[in-house]
């Protein structure tokens, strides 16, 4: 989209942590205040730079998890074990510290409610994030495109976002879940691994040419990916985002 | 410098003696596995390891016959050239003095090659005379195929990308020719001691 | 399948770093085998540098390394590259 199309070299800045949202356990979304952003398409993510005073540094990329609003920036973020940023966004960072990132980043994987639907989101874990992302602008839009989203955790206490998910089913929102580790007593919905047969049954039929947002750890993706093809949609509709071996 | 993170140290080693670190470089204690390709996957019964370019007769082991030559254990510290470094690493491995045993070649330089099209060059005399390792086991175990299993060159006393991931052989040659990596901005030698990272430093 | 294996839009922040506009929209064929498709869909390995691969064929599509002061690239897998400016 020649209009949108970011010109110029990314620069990093420093933005100001503004709020913190515990969502689980190990997830936390922390609210940025970027001086000057100019806005973001849902589905980019912005690079975030540690330094520590030795000048070692590490860098790591986390989707935006917030429609556009103003220069506020949220980001999702799972607390990774042996993770070496994750814990210190999560754990050291409060409010009124800053950190340097850059963004927004990314034309490919993005989604924005005049490109129209019918719309599938497909989450592994920690792949919610953009796909939230996508929901919140659409929401905020007013928009009603057809969109459903299938959302793959562990357990129910992994899933992030559900009381708001909840909150914005309807108007031409679906959403649906499988917990592939451990369900909660009365669980009546999908519990086991993202296959063909699950998405066969959630996902429009290929005649009605749905785009496909996919995302989360690479096996996950690959094997969404590949289902999706084998049940004859169409490869260039599938757009994935793969976290790497842990998913972020 | 850039703004410093408070309280930001990464996952790095403390109390490591720094004449053990080359320049620049921060001990870890885990194994990044890092690539330029999808991990190859080769069985055993396809696998060999050849010598081969300017010597009288190439030469060739299968998996069993590499396995039959004598091995050792070695311990070395290893640096990658993206900073990383890992000390007393141990391997179990065939001294590539072993595989040259009796080679009479007048080349002067050495081409590592790979599953999956991966090369690294060397002059000959940085892989003879105890430098260099083709090496199946690490910490005890079988070489992992993310890790560069079966086998894998070891070269510590260069960067980390001088030591091949699934090798299949070395190629001798009378001219250095510049691998996968070092035609396109990395180094040509490689020392971490004189941080020769990238061409022209 | 390769776990460690990420999309194109992993590297779109150094792509655009280097490039000063957005290339996970740009279309790129692949000189190997001719498949056409956006950058943001190829395969992407990190080791010592970026090595960006076709997603049909694997091959090399191109192989960026950055120091803190220059950028060697690589891209003569790369027949031809469309960008929306």
């Not at chain 1, 499988?178 to 296959?195: E, F, H, I, K, M």
């Not at chain 1, 998405?199 to 690479?218: D, I, K, N, S």
């Not at chain 2, 250095?176 to 020769?196: A, I, V």
């Not at chain 3, 997603?55 to 060697?72: E, Y």
Request: hydrophobic share 40%; charged share 20%; with cysteine.
């Amino acid at each position: 989209m020649a209009g949108t199309a970011l010109l110029g070299r990314l620069t990093w800045q420093l933005a100001e942590l503004v709020e913190v949202v515990v969502e689980t356990p190990v997830v936390k979304t922390l609210v940025f205040d970027v001086p000057g952003w100019p806005g973001h398409r849902a589905g980019q993510h912005v690079d975030v730079r540690l330094t520590a005073e030795d000048s070692y540094q590490a860098e790591r990329s986390y989707s935006i998890a917030s429609a556009p609003d103003s220069t506020r920036v949220a980001l999702t973020i799972q607390r990774l074990e042996d993770g070496e940023v994750s814990p210190y966004l999560t754990d050291e960072l409060r409010p009124g510290d800053k950190i340097e990132l850059r963004g927004p980043i990314g034309g490919y994987f993005v989604w924005e409610p005049s490109e129209g639907g019918p719309l599938m989101l497909v989450a592994g874990g920690s792949g919610i994030v953009p796909l939230m992302a996508m929901i919140r602008t659409r929401a905020a839009a007013g928009n009603d495109t057809e969109t459903r989203l299938l959302y793959s955790a562990r357990s129910e206490d992994d899933l992030i976002y559900r009381d708001e998910l909840e909150a914005l089913s309807g108007n031409g929102l679906t959403v649906a879940y499988t917990l592939t580790d451990l369900q909660p007593p009365g669980w009546t919905s999908y519990a086991r691994r993202v296959d063909a047969e699950m998405l066969a049954e959630v996902a429009p039929r290929p005649a009605e040419q749905p785009r496909f947002f996919t995302c989360g750890p690479t096996p996950f993706v690959e094997a969404v990916a590949e289902a999706l093809v084998r049940l004859g949609h169409e490869p260039r509709a599938i757009k994935t985002e793969r976290f790497g071996p842990t998913g972020g | 410098m850039a703004f410093v993170s408070r309280g930001f140290r990464g996952r790095r080693a403390a109390d490591v003696d720094p004449a053990r670190v080359p320049p620049g470089q921060y001990v870890t204690a885990d194994f990044p596995v890092l690539s330029a390709g999808p991990t190859p996957h080769t069985s055993l019964e396809l696998w060999d390891f050849s010598i081969i370019g300017e010597l009288e007769e190439p030469r060739r082991w299968t998996w069993e016959e590499f396995r039959a030559l004598p091995s050792e254990e070695i311990t070395r510290d290893i640096h990658c050239v993206t900073k990383w470094s890992k000390l007393d690493t141990v391997w179990q491995g065939v001294s590539v003095d072993t595989l040259l045993a009796g080679i009479e070649t007048s080349a002067e330089y050495v081409t590592q090659y790979s599953d999956g099209g991966y090369t690294t060059n060397l002059p000959l005399e940085d892989i003879t005379a105890g430098k260099a390792w083709v090496v199946f086991a690490y910490e005890g175990e079988p070489l992992a195929p993310e890790h560069g299993g079966p086998a894998r060159m070891l070269v510590p006393h260069h960067y980390f990308w001088k030591s091949a991931k699934w090798v299949r052989g070395l190629r001798l040659q009378s001219t250095d020719e510049p691998g996968f990596r070092e035609t396109n901005g990395y180094h040509n030698h490689g020392d971490p001691w004189q941080e020769q990272r990238y061409s022209g430093d | 399948m390769d776990e460690l294996m990420l999309d194109g839009n992993a590297v779109a922040g150094l792509l655009q770093e280097v490039f000063a506009v957005e290339m996970t929209t740009a279309v790129g064929t692949c000189a190997s085998c001719g498949a056409a498709g956006p950058i943001g869909a190829v395969h992407v390995y990190r080791g010592a540098g970026i090595v960006l691969r076709c997603p049909h064929c694997d091959n090399v599509l191109a192989k960026i390394v950055k120091s803190d002061s220059r950028v060697w690239i690589d891209s003569t897998g790369i027949l031809t590259l469309e960008v929306s400016v």
